[in-house]
């Protein structure tokens, strides 16, 4: 069965330091997102990606984070200057649904830490 | 944010018996809702949806009910099987805005055998 692929699994870095986190989405997806989940916390939307560009994003997501899709097959989350606070599990999921809330394919997570 | 609420953080059910989760949101847009289910070190998964145009959905062990009135969505699991071991998400969502879903706390399920 297809699935969502993120690496790394784990990442830690320091704060004030720029991360990429990496997604291969199902290949006939044509909707991307990222979800975030801090620990003890809800599971919360980032950001949707369609077409090359911005669907939505929420008010986490602000000037510190970017997505791209650097090629066929890539998506990547990139944070610019880590803070504490963005240690959490990111999600990058993707949906062939029309962009429509069917069901969302999610990959296993990275989990990032902010020291 | 507290417009979708799992008021149970935790479930233990006996296996072959009912398991019953609940969920509750406050959103009158919100058009469409679903469940993950979740386990350790893993994305969530779809399990089943259910637009706000039918009260009910079934597949196979597992059925959703839907009651606009209250605003209430709840997931049974019948029997239980101690795989079914999980957190489970409620989420929701409006026709407008795709992919965006608004998630649940989460219920940890437990099936003892």
């Known amino acids: 069965e297809p699935e969502v692929t993120q690496t790394p699994s784990h990442q830690v870095t320091q704060m004030g330091q720029e991360v990429i986190l990496r997604c291969v989405p199902i290949?006939?997806?044509?909707?991307f997102y990222w979800y975030r989940q801090i620990l003890g916390q809800k599971v919360e939307f980032l950001v949707s990606?369609?077409?090359?560009?911005?669907?939505?994003k929420s008010e986490i997501f602000d000037d510190q984070f970017s997505v791209e899709r650097p090629d066929g097959s890539n998506f990547t989350l990139k944070i610019r200057s880590t803070k504490l606070e963005d240690s959490a599990m990111y999600f990058c999921?993707?949906?062939?649904?029309?962009?429509?809330?069917?069901?969302?394919?999610f990959g296993s997570g990275t989990q990032l830490s902010v020291l | 944010d507290q417009q979708v609420k799992q008021n149970s953080p935790s479930l233990s059910v006996q296996e072959g018996r009912i398991s019953i989760l609940n969920c509750d949101y406050t959103n009158s847009m919100f058009d469409y809702f679903l469940w993950y289910k979740k386990y350790p070190a893993e994305g969530p998964t779809f399990l089943i949806s259910i637009s706000s145009i039918k009260d009910k959905n079934e597949d196979g062990r597992f059925t959703v009910f839907l009651n606009k009135s209250a605003k209430h969505l709840s997931l049974h699991i019948v029997p239980s099987q101690p795989g079914d071991s999980a957190v489970y998400f409620c989420?929701?969502?409006?026709?407008?805005?795709?992919?965006?879903?608004?998630f649940g706390q989460g219920t940890e399920l437990s099936v003892k055998p």
């Open positions: 990606f369609y077409n090359n560009e911005i669907s939505e």
């Open positions: 999921a993707s949906s062939d649904g029309l962009g429509r809330a069917e069901k969302l394919f």
């Open positions: 290949s006939n997806h044509l909707y």
């Open positions: 989420a929701a969502s409006n026709y407008n805005q795709g992919g965006k879903l608004i």
